[in-house]
């Protein structure tokens, strides 16, 4: 199994500090069924091309494992060998862990910066076809292209081979990339190597994490993903609505939604940007949920203290299970805890932190509890920034099915002028300045889908 990854930034050999994987070597790694050797074809300051290539065990392949096998020799005759799977994904997984989490020593910055990239794997078995390949990569930005051979090219009646070699091009973070691989291979293959259990939960909202929620193709990919067990799919998906609470952008008719960066990746971007701009080393994440936010403070070295505050136990038992607080060490769960706790009281446990975020949380509380919210958060704990998100309103006219508010459990949702007023008397009230900023794609007459608000201690 080969897959490669280029880059033209400049200069392209930071493609080795972001993997972690020098240029002038060849390095190998044990993984599931065989071996994980990276090398790099290509090593120019223009031009960095990676290439990982998975060479199968046969007899480990064949090795008895829990689970479905399909007919009696199916351990023994089949492709895996040969082409892009759930194999390969694992090893993506295994070699390129810190790359795939979004965290890097030597480039921070460029870890979180979108730059050119190329992907090549000659070799995929699609279940659905070059059409389900353009269905699964293209809302996330790619610029899909697919190439099919005859089955056997002495039977052209026998029709196409069921494998594409697929290229992919685009600009993206590189973590953003390697996450949509190490779900979607598996996803076109439409099978695993191992027997799924409810832990591939947790790793498919991991890995889907800023995209999944808002996909097309969410409940084929999360079907697929999990081998097509029902109760699993169904926890998948119900998360996945946890998660991401928004409406899907699929559903505007402004510019077709493959080109477009997921409204919830840009919301978390804008208040993380917002944050920084603080200085903030202690964080305050009010209304945590299952942990979406809480993933990207943690992957954030900047920040020493954070802590996850909500009203749901069963949110924060989610927000446990992907942060993985089980296999964390001491010092890391030192650094990062959940505790369940009302908003709309006074809690001392949330004093004295430099700053709270408040994404997407107070329109679902009701309008009438919003004072005693205001005194427990900008009162009572008194951080020294706030950073507060909420859709608006008017911009709901561009999304043609939808009908109410943007989610069912919305209390309400603000124009830009009542969240304008509602800012302005509460940094009055507390001592804080307010700037409003727009998130999401700006219309001249209705706004940004998102509003954000950053206070901070006058």
Request: glycine letters at 6%.
């Amino acid at each position: 199994m080969l897959l490669t990854i280029s880059t033209t930034h400049t200069p392209a050999t930071d493609l080795g500090y972001l993997l972690v994987k020098h240029p002038d070597r060849v390095q190998s790694f044990a993984t599931t069924g065989g071996t994980a050797h990276v090398f790099y074809p290509q090593s120019d300051p223009d031009r960095c091309t990676v290439a990982l290539l998975l060479e199968v065990d046969p007899v480990e392949l064949a090795r008895p494992a829990k689970g479905h096998h399909g007919f009696a020799l199916g351990r023994y005759v089949n492709d895996r060998p040969y082409v892009a799977s759930s194999l390969l994904a694992v090893a993506l997984g295994k070699v390129f862990r810190s790359a795939l989490n979004g965290t890097s020593r030597d480039r921070a910055e460029l870890a979180a910066t979108a730059i050119p990239l190329e992907i090549d794997v000659p070799a995929v078995p699609c279940r659905g076809g070059a059409d389900l390949v353009e269905r699964l990569f293209a809302p996330l930005g790619w610029t899909v292209a697919t190439a099919t051979a005859p089955l056997d090219p002495e039977f052209p009646d026998w029709g196409e081979s069921p494998y594409v070699h697929l290229r992919l091009t685009g600009t993206l973070r590189l973590s953003v990339a390697l996450n949509h691989l190490y779900v979607l291979l598996p996803v076109l293959d439409d099978a695993k190597h191992y027997w799924v259990s409810e832990d591939e939960v947790d790793k498919l909202l991991r890995a889907g994490d800023g995209w999944l929620g808002e996909h097309p193709e969410r409940e084929l990919i999360a079907r697929r993903y999990l081998a097509g067990r029902r109760s699993l799919t169904q926890t998948a998906l119900e998360r996945l609505r946890s998660v991401d609470d928004q409406v899907d952008d699929a559903t505007s008719d402004t510019e077709p939604a493959e080109r477009r960066t997921p409204l919830v990746q840009l919301r978390k971007e804008a208040v993380l940007a917002a944050l920084a701009e603080t200085g903030a080393t202690r964080v305050l994440d009010l209304g945590c949920g299952p942990g979406a936010l809480l993933l990207a403070l943690e992957a954030d070295h900047r920040y020493t203290e954070i802590v996850g505050a909500d009203v749901s136990s069963a949110a924060l038992s989610i927000a446990e299970r992907r942060l993985r607080f089980d296999r964390m060490s001491d010092r890391q769960r030192a650094r990062i805890s959940v505790l369940q706790s009302a908003l709309t009281y006074h809690d001392d446990r949330l004093r004295g932190f430099d700053a709270a975020i408040l994404m997407e949380v107070i329109e679902h509380v009701d309008e009438a509890r919003l004072p005693a919210l205001e005194r427990a958060v900008f009162g009572h704990a008194a951080p020294g920034a706030v950073i507060v998100t909420t859709p608006n309103v008017e911009y709901n006219a561009r999304y043609e099915t939808l009908d109410g508010h943007r989610h069912d459990d919305h209390r309400f949702e603000w124009t830009r002028a009542e969240f304008a007023a509602w800012t302005a008397r509460v940094a009055a009230a507390f001592g804080y300045t307010a700037e409003l900023r727009p998130v999401g794609d700006l219309d001249a007459d209705l706004g940004a889908p998102t509003q954000l608000a950053l206070f901070r201690k006058a």
